[in-house]
């Protein structure tokens, strides 16, 4: 993971991702934000990613093609779902050790800033440590 | 004379052609103008809501929390909806969305923003207006910001009888507004075909959770329609609910409130009074609701119902499509649970029994 983590955010209403961009930057993380699945898919391609934040539909491709992706070609698998409903099948994703959570619409931003920072701060502080 | 006429037609050719070349060109330019201006607006909207909603870090909310801003939110109004209804519009549909995908004090906030921004007096003006043809878009616009101001208006919109649309947003609206009352509005439906039914029900199922009302008052009321939707939304929204006014309705001659309850007894696995509803599964009148039911119950898989299903087909009145998904029912079921189920346990074995039971247990259908 680089010393700044970088989350992937990708939200289909451009307020909704604005907003919570906002509210995530003032942890400092490194943010990239865009609303469809293509785009998503060509930055998972291009760049690192430690946090993915995603809703389920998106146009082109929805938020499980990212997670399926982005499991296949990224060592740290720290994944946020944005939904409008409860997915009980994600915790049979989450058995193959893959941490999917999930928080529902509509969303509590702390919530999200709370859920992110969690897995996200106390490995940079530990990058931090041993360089 | 052929010559001139052939020429006066390829010069008229290509004067439409040009002007239609003008006329795209310009087109592309004003919808170009159109979707940088609608970005502009869209990006001023995030910044007075970053600057007012979300840049507070005061956790607890307070109605006054936005008088130290009047200055602001004055200047954005005077610029973005007093001016054009266009920007209007882009700032109405993006306040909408947040409003509606955040919670707690930011959605709080969003909304005295909107009240603020006097939007809430242009959508009641908007709904006066009897020429308007966004009457639908306002009501739902109205009930999401909970204006109880409205509520005669909407309540006046029941009454367009020529337009359905209206009418069910109006009573849709109302769920959230009439708190004292919230079926007011449906209780207006005497007659409702399953679409409209549907309309209604996927209406309601974007309302906001926070302000939904408590579905199962509607179970007593005289009106049908009333109370499938209300049993089809309790089920929606996983609301509670008192099994002694279920149990009256187990007895509905009505086959879509049969079906209704239920679907809400299965998902609540209420299966005490699932055994009534096997118990009295004969007065149903429609038989293809009967099988369903006897289908739903295979995948239910409590232990407890085998010996329900063995008196379903024990029945004399039972009709053979029925007897046979309770014979495949309570195959599965003894399976389930290491059961023992043979042919002993029917009382009435002839010979179509003993084929239904074999297909049953082979699964041959």
């Known amino acids: 993971m680089s010393p700044t983590p970088t989350i992937l955010l990708v939200c289909e209403e451009t307020i909704l991702a604005q907003t919570i961009n906002f509210v995530l930057q003032k942890n400092e993380f490194k943010i990239l934000v865009c609303h469809d699945g293509h785009t998503a898919l060509e930055i998972l391609k291009s760049e690192p990613v430690d946090y993915l934040i995603t809703e389920i539909l998106l146009p082109f491709y929805s938020g499980f093609d990212l997670i399926h992706h982005f499991v296949q070609s990224h060592t740290f698998k720290n994944i946020l779902l944005l939904c409008v409903f409860e997915n009980p099948g994600l915790m049979e994703r989450s058995l193959n050790f893959i941490p999917i959570k999930q928080v529902l619409k509509p969303y509590n931003l702390q919530e999200i800033n709370q859920i992110v920072k969690e897995r996200l701060i106390p490995t940079q502080y530990i990058h931090q440590e041993s360089n | ?365």
């Not at chain 2, 109302?174 to 209406?203: A, C, R």
């Not at chain 2, 009302?213 to 007593?220: E, I």
């Not at chain 2, 009505?254 to 055994?275: E, H, M, S, W």
């Not at chain 2, 149903?284 to 299903?309: A, G, R, S």
């Open chain 2, 1 to 365: 004379m052929y010559i001139s006429l052939l020429q006066y037609i390829s010069v008229s050719l290509a004067a439409i052609l040009v002007i239609l070349s003008l006329l795209l060109f310009f087109i592309r330019i004003y919808k170009k103008l159109q979707r940088t201006k609608k970005d502009i607006v869209k990006t001023k909207t995030i910044q007075l809501i970053e600057e007012l909603v979300l840049k507070i870090n005061n956790p607890e909310y307070h109605p006054d929390w936005i008088n130290p801003n009047l200055e602001l939110i004055l200047d954005f109004k005077k610029n973005y909806i007093d001016t054009s209804e266009f920007e209007r519009k882009i700032v109405t549909h993006e306040l909408l969305t947040l409003h509606r995908s955040l919670k707690d004090i930011a959605s709080e906030r969003i909304r005295d923003l909107y009240i603020r921004l006097g939007l809430d007096q242009i959508a009641l003006n908007l709904l006066k207006n009897k020429k308007s043809y966004d009457h639908p878009k306002i009501i739902w616009e109205l009930g999401q910001m909970r204006i109880i101001e409205s509520i005669d208006l909407i309540k006046a919109c029941l009454k367009y009888q020529d337009d359905k649309e209206i009418q069910i947003e109006a009573s849709v609206a109302l769920l959230v507004l009439q708190i004292d009352n919230p079926l007011v509005g449906i209780e207006h439906f005497t007659h409702m075909n399953k679409g409209q039914k549907q309309y209604f029900i996927e209406s309601c199922k974007k309302l906001d959770q926070r302000n939904i009302p408590d579905f199962s008052l509607g179970f007593s009321s005289t009106n049908i329609h009333v109370v499938e939707i209300c049993l089809i939304l309790c089920d929606y929204f996983k609301q509670n609910y008192d099994s002694e006014i279920v149990r009256k309705l187990l007895k509905s001659p009505n086959p879509d409130i049969t079906v209704a309850v239920a679907n809400l007894l299965f998902k609540t696995n209420n299966y005490v009074l699932i055994k009534e509803l096997l118990a009295t599964i004969q007065n149903i009148e429609d038989v293809y609701v009967q099988v369903n039911l006897m289908k739903q119950i295979k995948l239910l898989e409590i232990k407890d119902l085998l010996d329900d299903l063995v008196d379903v087909i024990n029945n004399p009145d039972t009709v053979d499509e029925v007897k046979l998904e309770a014979l495949r029912s309570a195959c599965r079921l003894s399976e389930k649970f290491d059961q023992t189920f043979t042919l002993e346990h029917i009382h009435v074995v002839d010979e179509k029994i003993k084929k239904m039971f074999l297909h049953a247990q082979e699964r041959l259908i």
